[in-house]
């Protein structure tokens, strides 16, 4: 019995005070709450396919249009079935003709940098346009950055 | 005065050498006068006087009326001549059709300011026209040409052009425009196709049937092939069209095609593929066949023209950073950079008779203009000057003129010019017109 007594004085009543303890605890944080943490994340967020945009007579990429073909990577990791029409696109400045073919670099140029990252090239077919299916039909630089694209299809 | 005139052939001749060689540039915006005179550097219109044809019956001066005017329209498109109108004491002791009795008052086309005169007498058996036609140099009263044309009434058009051909041909020594054709880009509705017309515009059709996305026409040097783009089923094609028999030849390359050029000489063309991952110049059959790789270079290679022996080539190349235009022997294989002024020279068009090469130029405020030079990259000559966007050049058969694209009405439209610049105007065709393509030879002999 006594130590059964010793016991329930060393082990139960510091763990009974312990629990009234943490409830008090408890309803204290009810009354202030701190910020919750964000819930973790179920389902991946989906990614969506996204234009890349180019300079003037330039199909080169930065680290802008870059990060936006990450994203268009981790979407086709995450469509594995999809495949993608990329079109590339200039703006109504320079001739027809040769933007015809700055079109195509532009859009050769996305699928390049997708395909060193892993997405299988077949999965992705290039098509320029040139000057002639500009995304803004205005006629300053706000329209033409718009129109200077490699533009995302999918299939 | 008179007799210290030299020959008016060769002084025709002489100015029109003159004209096309060493005319300084020009302001594009100069007014167009009627009458242009003399000018400081030597360089005129050939002031004509073209008389109203004659008819001995009533009935058929509408025939006259409709008739003179379409040489009159035939020979302002020229850009050749300064029309002036005839004097009333033109003709003397009888009417234009007393060819017995009448004579033509000389002094009184001199006091006119007129160098040559052209008139003649129509007349019609059945649905024939005849046109009995003269043409005689006016300071000294030297007849220059006397012809008769015959043709049915249901083709006026083509009986006034052949006059008309015969007069340029007279002056210039070449064979004129009148039976060459054009084709160019009709946007129409959003859509592309491609059209086939005359010279200047006249009875044009439309050849494809791309869907609404028809580029680049180039006509073979006998027109009777077109070449061009097209974007059917959403991939770019290039298609080879017998125009007499409609059968279409597809190149169905991976990756683009752009720019087809027909080479002079030969049944081939030159056009962009990119199917080896680059954007190259190539040599194929009209069968659609490719017989030689012309460029190999990591950069763009596009918009080939070939010179009128066919040897060589100016193509545009991003090789050196911007787009300039190089010139490729086709037999050595050695490439010669053309353009150094500006940043940014595309399109250039090989003129069919000379070693000028015309071609545009992206100006830093925006502008589009048209510029010449010769094919060792002297002789820089601007032609266009503050008129928004002037592209696409293209010779005339005789290279007296240049077809063109300019947006400066606010509308995408075709205009000529004379070769020096002067003298723009509109074909005034329906709609948008671009990329206009003007065959470099006429067919061998007329189907009239």
């Known amino acids: 019995m006594k130590s059964l007594k010793f016991l329930f004085r060393t082990l139960i009543i510091p763990s009974l005070l312990f629990v009234v303890g943490c409830s008090t605890c408890c309803r204290e944080a009810v009354v202030a709450p701190p910020p919750p943490p964000p819930p973790a994340p179920v389902v991946p967020v989906s990614t969506e396919l996204g234009d890349v945009f180019f300079a003037f007579d330039s199909a080169l990429l930065n680290t802008v249009s870059e990060s936006q073909l990450n994203e268009n990577v981790q979407w086709m990791n995450d469509n594995p079935e999809a495949s993608v029409v990329i079109e590339g696109h200039c703006d109504e400045r320079g001739t027809d003709e040769y933007n015809i073919a700055l079109g195509e670099r532009r859009a050769e140029t996305a699928k390049n940098y997708m395909t060193n990252a892993g997405v299988d090239p077949s999965r992705m077919q290039t098509v320029s346009y040139g000057e002639e299916r500009p995304f803004d039909p205005g006629h300053d630089e706000d329209a033409w950055a718009k129109n200077r694209r490699a533009h995302f299809v999918a299939k | ?448």
């Open chain 2, 1 to 448: 005065m008179v007799m210290n005139k030299p020959n008016l052939f060769f002084r025709a001749l002489l100015v029109f050498a003159l004209y096309i060689a060493v005319f300084p540039a020009l302001l594009s915006a100069e007014p167009v006068k009627e009458y242009i005179k003399i000018s400081k550097e030597g360089v005129k219109r050939i002031p004509l006087v073209l008389k109203h044809l004659d008819t001995e019956k009533n009935k058929n001066k509408q025939y006259a009326s409709e008739i003179d005017a379409i040489v009159k329209r035939g020979l302002d498109f020229t850009g050749l001549f300064a029309i002036i109108r005839a004097p009333l004491n033109i003709i003397s002791g009888g009417e234009l059709y007393q060819a017995g009795k009448r004579s033509i008052n000389f002094a009184a086309l001199s006091s006119v300011g007129a160098e040559v005169y052209a008139g003649g007498v129509l007349e019609k058996k059945g649905s024939t026209l005849s046109l009995d036609m003269e043409v005689y140099d006016a300071l000294t009263g030297k007849l220059l040409m006397r012809k008769l044309y015959q043709g049915d009434k249901g083709n006026m058009r083509k009986l006034a052009h052949r006059f008309c051909g015969d007069l340029v041909k007279m002056f210039t020594g070449k064979p004129s425009i009148f039976e060459s054709k054009i084709a160019f880009v009709q946007l129409s509705g959003g859509k592309k196709e491609i059209c086939l017309a005359e010279f200047d515009g006249y009875g044009a059709v439309v050849v494809t049937r791309s869907g609404g996305l028809a580029l680049t026409p180039a006509l073979s040097p006998d027109s009777r092939k077109l070449a061009y783009l097209t974007y059917t089923g959403g991939k770019p094609d290039l298609q080879i069209k017998d125009l007499a028999t409609d059968a279409i030849v597809s190149v169905k390359k991976k990756g683009v095609k752009i720019d087809p050029a027909w080479r002079n000489g030969t049944v081939e063309l030159a056009t962009t593929f990119s199917f080896d991952g680059n954007q190259e110049l190539y040599l194929l059959r009209d069968n659609g066949t490719i017989t030689r790789r012309l460029t190999r270079h990591g950069m763009i290679d596009v918009s080939p023209a070939f010179s009128p022996d066919g040897r060589k080539m100016a193509f545009v190349s991003s090789r050196h950073g911007s787009p300039q235009i190089f010139i490729l022997d086709l037999f050595s294989g050695s490439v010669k950079r053309l353009t150094y002024e500006g940043k940014y020279n595309t399109q250039p068009a090989w003129s069919p008779v000379g070693d000028k090469i015309a071609f545009t130029t992206m100006q830093k405020n925006g502008e589009i203009n048209i510029f010449t030079v010769n094919a060792d990259g002297r002789g820089l000559r601007q032609l266009t000057y503050r008129a928004r966007h002037n592209e696409a050049p293209s010779w005339s058969p005789d290279g007296t003129m240049i077809m063109f694209s300019s947006d400066r009405s606010g509308r995408k439209k075709l205009y000529v010019m004379n070769a020096d610049g002067r003298n723009q105007r509109s074909l005034r065709l329906g709609g948008q017109q671009m990329q206009p393509s003007w065959s470099t030879f006429q067919l061998k002999s007329s189907s009239y």
